[in-house]
Structure formats: structure tokens, C-alpha cells
């Protein structure tokens, strides 16, 4: 995987052994940033980096009331804006990715969903509306006209995919990347993209990092051609 590396050897930054590097991320970047932990760390094995998934408001106010972290990753601006309000980014967030929504169903879809106003007729769940997901998610509902409550709130989309998956709800709204990676277990209705909202995704450095220039190599790597490339074969749409 060393070829997903944003930098060449030569250009790394000096670090002691043992290096930290601490990211907090958008529990939709899972997947994604996983390869990118496995690619850092095979062209740095003195850097250990330990990456947190979670709702983007979590994490968010998780660093707005001083969690240690070097950087962080939201799937929307107003996460980030926390962060910022708080006087806690070394620099203007970078977008780097953007997402969509689809209706997930388990995969013999016990409840026959064929479209998003189904879900009026529905056992469903949804993201807690103070999540990227969730704001999204009451975002196209109110454009549907679907009034039905959700069966239950979560609190990332991890959450909402997994009781879906286990059968629990008979559908669910999640981001296409989070469909994707779930692959046979759930099945898929497209929601149309005139009624879709589309999340734009963001990264920065947190102010007071222990390790800025690692925190600098790695948004460098998330935003370099290799993982771009990474995000889009997972689902991601562009900045």
C-alpha cells in the first residue's frame, strides 16, 4: 500500500520512535480511513495511528471540550464549525470528499420496499437528527412528505446500518459508502437525487496537536490523488 503514501520518504517529517498520530472521524470513513491507517503506517512504522469513529458532533464536541486529537474528519460543516467556534483548528478546514443517502433494507427486504415514500408504511430507522446523517436524513423525509416517526434514533450511521442488518428495523436511511461496504447483507433503495442532500465532507488540524506535521502528512494523504482514489472506489463523491 505504500504507493497510497501522499509523500515520499525523503519529504517525512522526523519523528521520534513510537509517534502517535490521533484522528477523529466521521463513523462513514471506517472503511476508508482504515486503508489509509494501514498505507501511513507501512510508509511510517515508527507512527502508531489510532484513529476514533464517531458521529461528527461527538467528535466534535469531544475536541471542543479538549479530547486529545491531531486531526479531525466531519461529514458535514456544521460539525466542524464546533471546532472552530471553539478556537481549536490550526487552519481552514479542507473539503475533501462528499456523500449521499440511500434507503438500506435487510437483504431479503422482509417488508417489500420499492421506494423512499414506502417507508410511511414502515418499521424504519433513522440517525439522531444532532448527527450529519440524521440532519440529512429529516432533510429528505420533510422533501418526501413522509411523516411516520422512526422506530428509534441512533447515533451514527455504523448504528443505524448494523440494526438493519441484523434485522431489527425494516429499513433505514445510511450513506451510500456505509451500503456499499455492507454488501450482500443489505439491499438498496435509491432515493431520487432531486430529493437527495448531499454532505460534503471535511478536515483539519487540531490547534495544540502533539504531532502537527504528522497531523499535516496525513490530511496531505487523504487529499492526494491516491486517496481521492481510495474514496471514490468506496462510494465517495468529489469535494
Known amino acids: 500500500m505504500t504507493g497510497l503514501t501522499a509523500c515520499s520518504s525523503d ?3 522526523d519523528v521520534g520512535e513510537d509517534a502517535k498520530l490521533t484522528v477523529f472521524a466521521a463513523s462513514s470513513l471506517t472503511q476508508t480511513f482504515g486503508t489509509l491507517e494501514e498505507a ?7 507512527v502508531d495511528v489510532v484513529v476514533s469513529f464517531d458521529s461528527s458532533t461527538t467528535l466534535a464536541e469531544q475536541v471542543s471540550q479538549g479530547a486529545p486529537a491531531d486531526v479531525i474528519a466531519t461529514a458535514d460543516q456544521t460539525s466542524m464549525q464546533i471546532v472552530a467556534e471553539a478556537e481549536l ?23 417489500g420496499m ?23 436524513s429529516a432533510q429528505i423525509l420533510d422533501t418526501a412528505n413522509i411523516t411516520a416517526p422512526a ?16 434485522g431489527e428495523a425494516d429499513a433505514g436511511l445510511v450513506y451510500v459508502t456505509d451500503a456499499q461496504a455492507a454488501g ?9 437525487a432531486g430529493g437527495n442532500v448531499v454532505n460534503p465532507y471535511y478536515i483539519a ?17 487523504v487529499s ?10 468506496a462510494g465517495f463523491g468529489p469535494p
Open 151 to 166: 422506530k428509534s434514533l441512533e447515533p451514527n450511521v455504523a448504528a443505524v446500518l448494523n440494526k438493519v442488518r441484523l
Open 114 to 136: 420499492q421506494s423512499l415514500g414506502d417507508l410511511d408504511t414502515a418499521d424504519f430507522v433513522l440517525c439522531d437528527p444532532a448527527a450529519p446523517c440524521g440532519a440529512a
Open 40 to 46: 501511513f503506517e507501512k510508509e511510517r512504522p515508527e
Open 184 to 192: 450482500d447483507d443489505v439491499a438498496t433503495v435509491n432515493i431520487p
Open 11 to 13: 519529504e517525512n517529517t
Open 224 to 233: 492526494s490523488q491516491a486517496g481521492q482514489r481510495v474514496l471514490q472506489e
Open 89 to 111: 483548528l490550526s487552519a481552514d478546514p479542507a473539503p475533501f470528499a462528499s456523500n449521499t443517502l440511500v434507503v438500506v433494507t435487510p437483504a431479503d427486504n422482509p417488508a
Open 205 to 221: 488540524a487540531v490547534q495544540g496537536s502533539p504531532e502537527p506535521d504528522l497531523a499535516e502528512e496525513w490530511i496531505a494523504l
